[in-house]
């Protein structure tokens, strides 16, 4: 593809329309219960509900106290209780709960459920069967997408994941589809639309009912956003299981963003405070840093520490009216950054002490060596020692699906010693964890006598044989397989680079694994960008297990001069990591194109990982 | 032209009347009209007779014929009226004829004769019997009064939202009223009723009498009364011959008439338009037609059979056997362009375009006159203006072809009244043509709307005409085609002549996929109708799954219902679907069904989970599904069992589902668990420490730390724990305890599976150099490097690995040198790796 040079990448559309979109349905639905009311808020929606509508838009709706919602008897004596949760059964009971002890009592009062983003029938039907249907009334609240930055959306579920692709429960699909309606209404039309997954193909299809049903109303506009990729998280479970070095995905995997936010213990604050930390593209020292490798993290902290300090050192040369100048317009803006950068430089520290403690390196020389499929045996007594040596319960989980997705499934004997071994270490209930992972195909077994090699060999006959035209029987038996190895060759995903990787100016997007692994997921969306769909991707696309689907016909001409062609909404089905983000970010600024995203919500391994756990009550 | 004004009839000062015939009828009428009952809808709508009504005897040869006709004359439909006795007929707004009994029922009829649905006037009415009876139209609707045999009123102001009202009592009524009407003065219903010289207002309430202003003490008693079309005004006529004319308040006068004839008038209505510059009242006997204003003379006409009139807006459609005339007021537009020697500038110009199709120069002088006068725009919109109220398209072209040429001559006239004009008259032309039968005048038609007269068309099933009409206007597909297809839809629906593909097919090839288009709904219609095979044949066409469900479960194809479902992605759809399907089926079938269908039984054991533990199970055992039942049971063991023994027992049946499952694995560590469990519980007995719910790892740790050394090697043995795990684990736990002795001891008992380095790992762990160092000399030479470094022994790592000349140990050291403090290191390796490279 000709890139005359280095593009400029666009800059994004402005979603805080989104956020003032929400904030105005929130309170209109307040106001649809007018005097004085109690708010029982469900405890994932309130970090995003901070993020819309503080404590005092809340109050000034008359909105008396607030609550979190959570199993104990309630408190309130306000006569009208206004419930905020995701359409969930166990909050329909909670509610049904509430009212049946306050009907027990003689005790009448007024609800109103609100659900965020939407109502489902199951909860009417709970209502029902508890007995309260005709107690509640129910309204929904479509908020569907959390702007966290300027090109970062996200819709804070993070039961996606399991719901979809564990438990086979489509329910979400429809509630992506509308989310990807909302901003096709503000920001589109989109034009292309590309995709790979069963899931994103049901949501690009239950999205382009919503288009035709509301067809009419936006034709003519010029779109903000002319492109679209739509990716399943099972399509790359690798990625995702990779440690991240990228300083945002390490800042996760040490202490869980949570909502863009992350509390920053004492150990970083050095104080006895903790301090809870916004991080997004405001923070001036964040948004530098974010994208890097952690090793250029240090050498970057001090600098800009030098730079500050020579700022400061400035005043000692000044006149009184400089001094003014200087007090009044810089010192505010410097001692914020000074604060922002002790915060970081104290994450740093923190995070050193945790990864080398650990033998972090060691870590990710197996992760390395499973990756580019070397000395797997060594791997494995790897990972059987960290078993053994209870390191963590996710780590040693992660380790081993990522030994089983590179592998394509462990061989029987390590599939029942590891596993064996977990249970010891890590408690016999882990035995539905692993059926769950299994099930998912994040830990399976290679279905014995087919070795890697046989199963290469099957696959690269099939597609060489492509005269044949059809699936064979073969390659059902390769469903839910990842065939891992056989992408990589295909895609390159190794780079091989003599000497050191230079991680200060990297080439590619290798990068985010210390230039040791290209995130498959962002491999595949810069290959159909590049190819404008799927053609030469015919391999690829059938060991991911096909599901792919692109425009049938371009909708729209080139045009170098119109900005929105290079801004696209990539869609993440199931979650996405910030290595992910950090790599599309790094691909954008080479190639002039500009990444926004839309997740389910930011997963990581650990996450992952706790999704497949079996809730011990 | 010059006979133009020939039918116009003067009314005093003011105003002409002229009467013209709209058609000539088709029916041909045996019966006299008097012998019938009649009804006529207002704005030219259908005319409906009851023949035979009035015969006493009910032989089925005459047995009472009721029949529906265009206002042309073009019979619609006939039926044999097999009901009770008709005591009046009435057309709703929505044009459905009302047929009230001597009982009180109401039946409603369509105009094709179909019946509808019928309501009750009530019991009171029931019982006294309807003598008596009048539809009226106001904003709510279409009403209905009835005067029973009680000498009692009752009413409805809505026959769609029946409300009945029983009126108050007339005091010392012993007779019927002679005459009496409905008013409606302010939302307020209320009747006018006459008795004798008395005139009695009833409203909701009371009753009043009441006297209309300035009538003459000798005028007599009331015979008929009238009240206008918009209900403004009202005429009575009495018994002496006089006419009194004034507002229905009864509040202002108008004018009064003395009339030679005293006989009771057969029918008496207002003839007015808007803007009226006189109000007439037209009466009519047997064979008299007498129009009748302010004025001292009045018009008459002879009526040459039974005539029947029709109060419209602007008018009076007077109907016989024969013919169907026109009477109205002449508007004042043509009364300015056509009256004899009108030096309007509208005639003027009339005329000026005249001569120059004769290609005279009059032409110019006539326009010169007018445009000296500045008036030659007013000319145009007076030409404008009279087209509309012009029923010869003759007429109309000539009055518009001199709008169209007096335009020409003006720079700024703005085209749009014209090209309205040119539009409403062609869609008027249209539908007054005999075979629609539809005579709308310019008004009542901008009264009516265009939305109103298209949906008058499509109850006369004249789609085409309806569509043609839309395209000609262009309507919005949405308004006007599809929303006409679809009523073709429906209606074709019911051509039960019709095999089920043809008409799915016609009903395709029509409405293709126009917006606007519910193809559910059509198939509901069908499905109505009996037509379940048509309607799911139509469902095939609906592009929304989401429609399609709800008809189809009502439908009773449930299968059908949930592969839609699924297919429209919308889980709420499958949800509704399934617990359908669950209320449906017994539940073996319930299951059987859910297993064939992947998306829907995710989601109702997701459901189950939740709400119904115990289905879920039962969905298990049902599709033998061991492997799962075995999960089952394990969760129970931990969530919902507390003792020990049911935790074992829940236990034991996972092993047996797992062995059943062939799961092997799972069956083992099981077993192993219920072994676990078992053996935690008799240690937290003996040992009064919390051991249950442990792994065995964390056990046998912490027997260890507690120095129950003799249970852990029990339980090492007992569950085959490995030997590398063992060792790790022990020697951790010792570090713990920091029982250094036993550390050595253990690491003597025999060669450690682990080696050394680990020994050393851990004593630096817990800060124990001395200790370490022990180990230290134990460890492998390969090994030694990472020792060194653990011990933070730089300076011997470094020389061990240029011992070893081993480059990549080289490194390491290297990496945890600082600058500051290990220069001296740093600096051997480099030189030893030079060395190397060298060589």
């Keep these: 593809m000709a890139f005359a040079g280095r593009r400029d990448a666009p800059d994004g559309p402005d979603f805080t329309v989104l956020k003032r979109l929400a904030r105005d349905q929130l309170i209109y639905l307040l106001e649809q219960l007018p005097g004085k009311k109690d708010l029982f808020i469900e405890a994932d929606l309130m970090s995003p509900l901070d993020r819309i509508a503080n404590v005092s838009i809340l109050k000034q709706h008359e909105v008396d106290k607030l609550y979190k919602v959570e199993n104990k008897p309630i408190v309130s004596t306000s006569d009208q209780l206004c419930f905020l949760v995701r359409p969930r059964i166990k909050n329909m009971k909670y509610v049904a709960?509430?009212?049946?002890?306050?009907?027990?009592?003689?005790?009448?009062?007024?609800?109103?459920?609100?659900?965020?983003?939407?109502?489902?029938?199951?909860?009417?039907?709970?209502?029902?069967?508890?007995?309260?249907?005709?107690?509640?009334?129910?309204?929904?609240?479509?908020f569907y997408l959390l702007p966290l930055d300027d090109d970062l959306l996200s819709m804070e579920l993070p039961e996606f994941f399991r719901d979809y692709?564990?438990?086979?429960?489509?329910?979400?699909?429809?509630?992506?589809?509308?989310?990807?309606?909302?901003?096709?209404?503000?920001?589109?039309?989109?034009?292309?639309?590309?995709?790979?997954?069963?899931?994103?193909?049901?949501?690009?299809?239950?999205?382009?009912?919503?288009?035709?049903?509301?067809?009419?109303?936006?034709?003519?506009?010029?779109?903000?956003?002319?492109?679209?990729?739509?990716?399943?998280?099972?399509?790359?479970?690798?990625?995702?299981?990779?440690?991240?070095?990228?300083?945002?995905?390490?800042v996760d995997d040490t202490f869980r963003i949570k909502c863009g936010n992350v509390d920053f213990g004492p150990d970083v604050t050095s104080s006895d405070r903790s301090f809870?930390?916004?991080?997004?593209?405001?923070?001036?020292?964040?948004?530098?840093?974010?994208?890097?490798?952690?090793?250029?993290?240090?050498?970057?902290?001090?600098?800009?520490?030098?730079?500050?300090?020579?700022?400061?050192?400035?005043?000692?040369?000044?006149?009184?009216?400089?001094?003014?100048?200087?007090?009044?317009?810089?010192?505010?803006?410097?001692?914020?950054?000074?604060?922002?950068?002790?915060?970081?430089?104290?994450?740093?520290?923190?995070?050193?002490?945790?990864?080398?403690?650990?033998?972090?390196?060691?870590?990710?020389?197996?992760?390395?060596?499973?990756?580019?499929?070397?000395?797997?045996?060594?791997?494995?007594?790897?990972?059987?020692?960290?078993?053994?040596?209870?390191?963590?319960?996710?780590?040693?989980?992660?380790?081993?699906?990522?030994?089983?997705?590179t592998e394509n499934g462990l061989i029987p004997k390590d599939y029942r010693s590891l596993k064996t071994q977990y249970l010891q270490s890590y408690g016999p209930e882990h035995l539905l964890t692993f059926h769950n992972l299994k099930r998912i195909g994040l830990l399976t077994e290679q279905a014995p006598g087919?070795?890697?090699?046989?199963?290469?060999?099957?696959?690269?006959?099939?597609?060489?044989?492509?005269?044949?035209?059809?699936?064979?029987?073969?390659?059902?038996?390769?469903?839910?397989?990842?065939?891992?190895?056989?992408?990589?060759?295909?895609?390159?995903?190794?780079?091989?680079?003599?000497?050191?990787?230079?991680?200060?100016?990297?080439?590619?997007?290798?990068?985010?694994?210390?230039?040791?692994?290209?995130?498959?997921?962002?491999?595949?969306?810069?290959?159909?960008?590049?190819?404008?769909?799927?053609?030469?991707?015919?391999?690829?696309?059938?060991?991911?297990?096909?599901?792919?689907?692109?425009?049938?016909?371009?909708?729209?001409?080139?045009?170098?001069a119109w900005e929105a062609q290079r801004v696209i909404l990539v869609v993440f089905l199931g979650g996405c990591t910030f290595s992910e983000i950090s790599a599309l970010r790094f691909l954008g600024k080479e190639k002039g194109y500009k990444f926004i995203f839309l997740t389910t919500a930011i997963t990581s391994s650990a996450r992952l990982m706790d999704a497949m756990l079996e809730a011990k009550v | 032209m010059a006979c133009y004004t020939a039918n116009w009839d003067p009314l005093g000062e003011e105003a002409f009347y002229r009467k013209f015939e709209l058609y000539s009828m088709a029916w041909n009428l045996k019966e006299d009209l008097r012998d019938c009952l009649v009804a006529a809808a207002p704005y030219g709508g259908p005319i409906a007779?009851?023949?035979?009504?009035?015969?006493?005897?009910?032989?089925?040869?005459?047995?009472?014929?009721?029949?529906?006709?265009?206002?042309?004359?073009?019979?619609?439909?006939?039926?044999?009226?097999?009901?009770?006795?008709?005591?009046?007929?009435?057309w709703t707004a929505s044009e459905d004829l009302l047929c009230i009994q001597e009982d009180g029922t109401v039946l409603i009829y369509n105009l094709f004769c179909e019946f509808k649905r019928h309501f009750s006037m009530g019991n009171e009415v029931l019982q006294n019997h309807v003598r008596e009876a009048k539809v009226f139209h106001t904003e709510y609707g279409t009403g209905v009064a009835i005067l029973t045999g009680a000498h009692r009123f009752s009413l409805t102001t809505n026959i769609d939202d029946l409300k009945l009202r029983r009126m108050p009592e007339v005091p010392g009524l012993q007779k019927l009223p002679s005459c009496w009407a409905v008013l409606s003065q302010d939302r307020v219903t209320i009747i006018l009723l006459a008795v004798g010289q008395d005139l009695y207002l009833l409203d909701n309430t009371s009753c009043s009498v009441v006297t209309p202003p300035g009538i003459s003490p000798h005028a007599g008693a009331y015979v008929q009364m009238a009240v206008s079309f918009n209900y403004y005004y009202l005429a009575l006529f009495t018994d002496t011959g006089s006419i009194w004319m004034g507002t229905s308040s009864l509040k202002e006068k108008l004018g009064e008439f003395s009339c030679d004839f005293r006989a009771p008038p057969r029918q008496m209505v207002w003839c007015t338009r808007p803007r009226s510059k006189q109000r007439a009242v037209v009466v009519a006997w047997d064979r008299r037609l007498l129009v009748a204003g302010n004025s001292k003379e009045c018009i008459q006409f002879v009526l040459d059979e039974d005539s029947y009139l029709v109060p419209e807006l602007d008018g009076v459609r007077i109907f016989s056997r024969t013919t169907h005339e026109f009477l109205h007021e002449i508007p004042e537009a043509s009364e300015e362009i056509f009256k004899i020697a009108s030096m309007a500038p509208g005639a003027l110009l009339l005329e000026a375009q005249r001569e120059y199709e004769k290609q005279s120069q009059k032409a110019d002088e006539y326009l010169r006159e007018i445009k000296d006068q500045n008036l030659l725009a007013e000319a145009v919109r007076q030409c404008i203006e009279a087209a509309g109220y012009e029923h010869e398209p003759e007429t109309q072209k000539s009055l518009l072809r001199a709008a169209s040429f007096g335009k020409c001559f003006l720079d700024k006239f703005p085209p749009e009244s014209f090209v309205r004009t040119c539009r409403d008259l062609r869609v008027l032309n249209a539908i007054r043509d005999y075979q629609i039968g539809i005579p709308l005048t310019f008004a009542q038609y901008k009264q009516l709307t265009i939305e109103v007269l298209l949906d008058r068309l499509v109850l006369r099933r004249l789609y085409p005409l309806a569509i043609k009409i839309c395209e000609y206007l262009r309507l919005s597909e949405f308004q006007g085609v599809?929303?006409?297809?679809?009523?073709?839809?429906?209606?074709?629906?019911?051509?039960?002549?019709?095999?089920?593909?043809?008409?799915?097919?016609?009903?395709?090839?029509?409405?293709?996929?126009t917006p606007g288009i519910s193809y559910s709904e059509i198939a509901a219609r069908a499905y109505d109708c009996g037509r379940t095979e048509?309607?799911?044949?139509?469902?095939?066409?609906?592009?929304?799954?989401?429609?399609?469900?709800?008809?189809?479960?009502?439908?009773?194809?449930?299968?059908?219902?949930?592969?839609?479902?699924?297919?429209?992605?919308?889980?709420?759809?499958?949800?509704?679907?399934?617990?359908?399907?669950?209320?449906?089926?017994?539940?073996?079938?319930?299951?059987?069904?859910?297993?064939?269908?992947?998306?829907?039984?995710?989601?109702?054991?997701?459901?189950?989970?939740?709400?119904?533990?115990?289905?879920?199970?039962?969905?298990?055992?049902?599709?033998?599904?061991?492997?799962?039942?075995?999960?089952?049971?394990?969760?129970?063991?931990?969530?919902?069992?507390?003792?020990?023994?049911?935790?074992?027992?829940?236990?034991?049946?996972?092993?047996?589902?797992?062995?059943?499952?062939?799961?092997?694995?799972?069956?083992?560590?099981?077993?192993?668990?219920?072994?676990?469990?078992?053996?935690?519980?008799?240690?937290?007995?003996?040992?009064?420490?919390?051991?249950?719910?442990y792994s065995l790892h964390d056990t046998v740790y912490g027997l260890i730390l507690d120095g129950n050394h003799k249970r852990a090697e029990q339980l090492y043995r007992d569950f085959r724990i490995p030997d590398k795990r063992f060792w790790w684990l022990k020697i951790s736990a010792l570090a713990e305890r920091e029982d250094w002795e036993e550390m050595e001891k253990f690491s003597k008992s025999k060669k450690s599976p682990i080696g050394y380095l680990p020994f050393v790992e851990i004593c630096m762990k817990h800060h124990n150099r001395h200790e370490a160092k022990k180990y230290a000399a134990r460890v492998t030479p390969e090994q030694r490097v990472k020792a060194h470094i653990l011990m933070r022994e730089l300076d011997q790592a470094a020389d061990a690995a240029i011992e070893h000349k081993n480059e990549n140990e080289m490194n390491l050291v290297l990496s945890k040198c600082t600058a500051a403090t290990d220069s001296s290191v740093v600096e051997k390796i480099n030189r030893a790796k030079a060395q190397i490279l060298k060589k």
């Design chain 1, 450 to 560: 087919e070795t890697l090699t046989a199963m290469e060999s099957k696959v690269s006959k099939l597609v060489t044989d492509r005269a044949a035209g059809k699936l064979t029987d073969a390659f059902n038996s390769l469903a839910r397989k990842s065939n891992f190895r056989g992408i990589s060759k295909k895609l390159g995903l190794i780079p091989h680079v003599d000497g050191e990787y230079n991680l200060k100016l990297p080439r590619d997007m290798a990068y985010v694994f210390s230039g040791a692994y290209v995130p498959l997921s962002c491999k595949i969306i810069e290959q159909v960008l590049e190819r404008k769909g799927w053609l030469g991707l015919e391999e690829v696309v059938r060991l991911l297990n096909g599901n792919e689907f692109a425009p049938t016909e371009p909708l729209m001409e080139e045009n170098p």
């Design chain 1, 276 to 405: 809870k930390v916004l991080l997004n593209a405001q923070d001036k020292v964040f948004s530098e840093i974010r994208n890097e490798h952690f090793s250029n993290v240090f050498g970057f902290l001090s600098q800009k520490a030098r730079n500050l300090q020579t700022q400061y050192d400035r005043r000692c040369g000044m006149d009184i009216k400089q001094m003014k100048n200087f007090v009044s317009q810089e010192l505010k803006g410097l001692k914020q950054e000074h604060r922002l950068l002790s915060l970081h430089i104290g994450a740093c520290e923190s995070i050193m002490k945790k990864k080398t403690k650990q033998d972090f390196q060691e870590l990710l020389k197996t992760e390395h060596s499973l990756l580019e499929g070397f000395d797997i045996r060594e791997s494995t007594s790897y990972i059987e020692e960290h078993i053994d040596r209870q390191v963590s319960p996710s780590e040693s989980l992660r380790l081993m699906c990522l030994l089983s997705v």
């Design chain 2, 49 to 90: 007779l009851l023949k035979n009504n009035f015969r006493k005897e009910k032989s089925p040869a005459s047995r009472p014929l009721l029949e529906i006709y265009s206002a042309s004359g073009v019979p619609l439909a006939s039926v044999l009226w097999k009901s009770g006795q008709v005591v009046q007929l009435g």
């Design chain 2, 534 to 693: 048509l309607a799911i044949k139509l469902l095939e066409y609906e592009p929304r799954s989401g429609e399609q469900v709800p008809l189809l479960l009502k439908m009773k194809k449930s299968q059908l219902a949930l592969n839609k479902a699924i297919e429209s992605g919308d889980t709420d759809l499958v949800y509704t679907v399934v617990l359908h399907l669950k209320n449906e089926l017994n539940r073996g079938t319930f299951f059987m069904t859910l297993q064939k269908q992947p998306v829907a039984l995710s989601l109702y054991r997701q459901f189950c989970k939740h709400q119904e533990l115990e289905t879920l199970k039962d969905l298990y055992n049902q599709d033998d599904d061991h492997q799962e039942l075995g999960n089952f049971h394990v969760h129970s063991s931990y969530s919902s069992e507390k003792r020990i023994e049911g935790r074992v027992a829940a236990l034991q049946n996972a092993v047996d589902e797992y062995y059943k499952a062939k799961n092997e694995f799972a069956a083992k560590a099981t077993e192993d668990q219920i072994k676990l469990l078992r053996m935690q519980r008799r240690l937290q007995d003996e040992l009064d420490k919390p051991y249950v719910d």
């Design chain 1, 165 to 250: 692709f564990l438990e086979g429960d489509q329910r979400w699909i429809s509630t992506v589809a509308r989310a990807l309606q909302l901003l096709n209404s503000l920001f589109g039309p989109f034009a292309n639309t590309y995709g790979i997954g069963r899931c994103a193909k049901m949501v690009y299809e239950v999205w382009r009912e919503l288009v035709e049903e509301s067809e009419g109303d936006s034709q003519a506009r010029r779109p903000d956003i002319s492109h679209v990729f739509l990716m399943d998280r099972d399509v790359d479970y690798v990625t995702a299981l990779c440690s991240q070095v990228v300083y945002e995905g390490l």
């Design chain 1, 97 to 142: 709960d509430i009212v049946n002890a306050d009907k027990a009592m003689g005790r009448s009062r007024k609800y109103k459920i609100i659900f965020s983003p939407q109502k489902f029938y199951t909860c009417e039907l709970v209502l029902e069967e508890e007995g309260i249907y005709g107690d509640v009334t129910c309204d929904e609240w479509a």
């Design chain 2, 482 to 513: 599809s929303r006409i297809l679809a009523h073709w839809a429906c209606y074709k629906v019911q051509q039960k002549d019709k095999s089920d593909e043809e008409v799915a097919h016609a009903i395709n090839q029509k409405l293709g996929d």
